[in-house]
């Protein structure tokens, strides 16, 4: 399937800054001195090493910079090449990289200010996600509250892996200021590397790496729930990005289980795990991570027991799937449907409110 039905909204793609040159007009005097003199070069991370098959495919590597880094690029073989009504912009890009918490904030404010002048003023099928810097959720509130006037940025973007458990309470001003706003909550696979990607320490391979991002995902989503977020914030949705989804159903149903056993430690969570994450949280299709029989993987979606939970993503320029197959073989028309438009526009309200 190369090209997807009208009003398809794509949810994960990811440009890319091409240097750190391309930021230093967007930020302040002093930030931009700061970087020139600490010989900042480089603050794209290790997640997607260049010459990995799954960082991009063949014939979208660019003969020089990096895949997804021109918005020509991704006009021609993103929003074009799928034929994606909308397509939401994740950039990841180093800030929960800095220990330095004002450091880490001064280049959220360039990188969501070179993705408003660079790519949303100059292409009107794309929306974004406001990265901020998880460091200090009082300054990630703050650039919340700089950028949610603009109804083109419809998410807040959040590694998967930092420095403490999502839940936690010191994020919930966070989740307040995005259900406020209207902006949903979009966690991605990634870490800022300051601690072992895995419970058992520091693994060997990127194999490893890439595989033990669904761990770090079960461990937040249990923390979410568990921490009583969505008792706090109960409009709030959260999108998991490229987290893959055939772990999601066995999680749910462990998790509800021991909630029966053991709810008497956790009162405000009033409503089985397994319901609250079917109401309040989403997750990317790609890359899908089921069996490639459409017998099989039209099972995982029956464990889910909702045909809301999956939204339509190409997670471009990374590459999980088979030349421009982004959907999978076998699902039903209207499976297809929900999770390419509906799903979607149900997700991000602020899309339904700028697209008729």
């Known amino acids: 399937m190369t090209k997807v039905l009208p009003g398809t909204i794509d949810c994960d793609i990811h440009p890319a800054v091409p240097s750190i040159q391309a930021l230093l007009p967007y930020l302040d005097s002093h930030w931009r001195e700061m970087a020139i003199i600490r010989g900042i070069d480089e603050l794209n991370t290790i997640s997607y090493p260049l010459n990995s098959p799954l960082s991009c495919r063949p014939d979208w590597k660019p003969a020089e910079g990096r895949p997804g880094s021109t918005l020509a690029a991704v006009q021609r073989e993103a929003l074009d090449g799928f034929g994606t009504s909308i397509a939401i912009a994740n950039c990841l890009y180093g800030i929960q990289l800095f220990f330095s918490e004002d450091m880490a904030a001064a280049f959220a404010r360039a990188l969501n200010a070179w993705m408003v002048a660079e790519w949303l003023d100059k292409e009107p099928r794309l929306r974004a996600s406001i990265v901020v810097p998880m460091q200090n959720p009082e300054l990630a509130v703050d650039e919340i509250e700089r950028w949610a006037g603009d109804k083109r940025f419809v998410q807040v973007l959040l590694l998967v892996s930092g420095d403490r458990p999502l839940g936690k309470r010191a994020n919930w001003p966070i989740y ?181």
């Open 176 to 356: 307040a200021a995005a259900e406020r706003h209207g902006l949903a909550v979009g966690i991605h696979a990634g870490s800022n590397y300051h601690n072992p990607p895995t419970p058992v320490g520091w693994s060997t391979t990127h194999t490893e790496d890439y595989v033990n991002q669904a761990q770090a995902f079960q461990s937040q989503v249990s923390s979410l729930i568990c921490e009583g977020v969505f008792s706090k914030c109960p409009d709030l949705k959260v999108v998991l990005l490229e987290s893959g989804f055939t772990w999601l159903p066995a999680h749910l149903w462990r998790l509800t289980k021991f909630w029966r056993g053991l709810r008497m430690e956790i009162p405000w969570v009033d409503r089985a795990p397994s319901d609250i994450a079917r109401s309040n949280i989403r997750v990317s299709l790609q890359p899908v991570d089921g069996p490639p029989d459409a017998a099989s993987l039209n099972r995982l979606f029956e464990h889910m027991q909702s045909d809301e939970m999956v939204l339509f993503s190409t997670d471009y320029p990374h590459w999980q799937f088979d030349g421009t197959e982004a959907v999978p073989h076998g699902i039903s028309p209207d499976l297809a449907r929900r999770i390419m438009v509906d799903n979607p526009r149900a997700t991000y309200a602020r899309i339904s409110e700028t697209v008729s």
